[in-house]
């Protein structure tokens, strides 16, 4: 038999894996042994409630006067067995419902129970246990048993383990929480969901063995994932998770896009490791923009090898109206290219401003708003390697005018002047490539022209990789518009 840690009903020759947490509240296991709940199922009937014994107890003890409800997903059976009083309100095991699933079943339970005094409610999923004990746990807080969800999980557990150990899984534990919320403070009535883009996360406090693939569904599907997405897909975890200058916490978001993924309602976030999986649901229209969540709020993380202390996760949300965000203008850093390419053709004094004006450029990006999800970040990154190839382009041109100038009285140093005059003309139309010339004479014409030679460009297989290792160059990108990220002095 599998009770495990549970109360077992056995009075009257009866040995039911069944427990009443009230007069008119029942939980217990599935009962099987009837082909109609398929060929598993009828071979579970040996070792779990069997069908005939449970009907047998009901006509006994409650003829006439139960209701069942069948939370599985995975298991039916034919409803005519309890006279066709049984009620479906599936979802999948180590999962939690829709919200409205929820409101729904307590509705429901409470229209039965409110019919007759000696009505009973008979609540099941496939242990009966975690499922069972979220539902029950709600309509507990729904017919003003308790006034809080720990008061009303804590008496369940109590009554439907030994152990008190049955409903204790972080994410259904959050849900009755929820719905303790929908009643204090909707009347009981289901929301809107709102809807959000999802940014991205923080692991805070993060041990270098924990580096996760992620997947973002709702009961709908999946919405995204590493594993697929193609920015990622080519990547491993180490690849696309990256250090913030704070120590310890690792970062993830996509680089120039609005998010990972639309959000609206409830969702699931599944971190895939090494050390085994970890996961939690939350409900956007329950949460704040920004959730931190400990190891005890996240499903399966105590059954991990590796001990990881003080770890946290944080996601991050912003709400959103579907409408995509403006991409940002290329003005400025065409204005910055301009300008540097402008100061090439004064002296070496105004060279100097073009380099002193870089930096400053920098510091304006750092003190710009530091948020790892904005598109001019993104923009920030792509366009800083660009505009220092132009820097070394305009420097290395203005020295070599500099020196033909000095040597003009000789024929042979003012041809090769005329030819740096024509490197100087195209580096101050912009361009990264470096006209063909013949070899020069002079020694520094020929430094000049090593200094304007530009880099080999990147082989396509690390496309990916260098795009995000461009936005990781910048250190104050990992931050979320504030200081969190950042040590403190």
Not at 128 to 140: C, E, N, Q
Not at 315 to 320: G, I
Not at 374 to 389: H, L, M, V
Not at 402 to 416: L, N, R
Request: hydrophobic share 35%; charged share 25%.
């Amino acid at each position: 038999m599998v009770s495990q840690n549970k109360r077992r009903y056995q009075e009257g020759g009866f040995d039911l894996d069944m427990t009443y947490i009230t007069e008119n509240i029942i939980a217990m296991g599935f009962p099987a042994g009837d082909l109609s709940s398929g060929l598993f199922g009828y071979f579970e009937g040996f070792y779990r409630n069997h069908m005939e014994e449970v009907i047998r107890f009901f006509e006994m003890h409650h003829k006439g006067k139960y209701k069942v409800y069948n939370l599985c997903s995975e298991r039916l059976y034919d409803a005519s067995l309890f006279e066709g009083k049984v009620a479906c309100f599936p979802f999948d095991d180590h999962n939690c419902p829709p919200i409205q699933l929820v409101i729904s079943f307590c509705h429901s339970a409470y229209s039965w129970l409110k019919e007759d005094i000696e009505n009973v409610v008979v609540v099941h999923c496939k242990a009966g246990k975690a499922r069972t004990g979220l539902m029950i746990s709600s309509l507990l807080l729904y017919l003003k048993f308790f006034p809080t969800a720990e008061e009303s999980i804590e008496y369940y557990n109590q009554k439907r383990c030994v152990d008190g150990k049955g409903l204790i899984l972080p994410s259904q534990i959050r849900y009755v929480k929820y719905f303790e919320r929908i009643l204090t403070y909707f009347n009981g009535e289901n929301q809107p969901p709102r809807r959000c883009m999802l940014r991205g996360f923080r692991l805070h406090r993060c041990p270098y063995w924990i580096r996760p693939s992620i997947t973002v569904s709702n009961h709908n599907g999946v919405l995204f994932t590493t594993k697929k997405h193609p920015r990622t897909k080519e990547l491993m975890p180490e690849d696309f998770w990256f250090s913030a200058p704070k120590k310890g916490i690792m970062v993830f978001a996509l680089p120039g896009e609005p998010g990972l993924t639309e959000v609206a309602g409830d969702f699931k976030i599944q971190f895939h490791d090494r050390q085994g999986d970890f996961y939690c649901w939350l409900n956007t229209t329950m949460m704040e923009n920004r959730v931190t969540l400990n190891p005890t709020d996240l499903d399966d993380f105590d059954k991990r090898k590796l001990p990881s202390p003080g770890f946290q996760v944080e996601v991050v949300l912003v709400d959103y109206d579907g409408s995509q965000p403006p991409k940002p203008k290329p003005a400025a850093a065409s204005t910055d290219q301009k300008s540097e390419a402008d100061s090439s053709t004064g002296t070496v004094a105004k060279g100097n401003n073009a380099s002193s004006a870089e930096v400053s450029n920098k510091e304006s990006a750092r003190n710009d708003k530091d948020d790892v999800f904005s598109d001019s970040e993104a923009e920030d990154g792509s366009s800083k390697g660009r505009r220092e190839k132009v820097s070394r382009n305009v420097e290395g041109t203005t020295n070599a005018a500099k020196a033909s100038e000095t040597s003009s009285v000789q024929k042979e140093a003012s041809a090769a002047a005329s030819r740096i005059e024509k490197v100087s003309i195209t580096s101050e139309q912009g361009s990264a490539r470096t006209p063909d010339a013949a070899p020069l004479k002079s020694g520094v014409s020929s430094k000049s022209s090593s200094t304007t030679a530009p880099p080999p460009p990147p082989a396509a297989a690390d496309s990916s990789m260098s795009e995000f290792k461009a936005i990781a160059a910048d250190a104050s990108v990992f931050s979320f518009g504030d200081e969190d990220d950042y040590e403190s002095e």
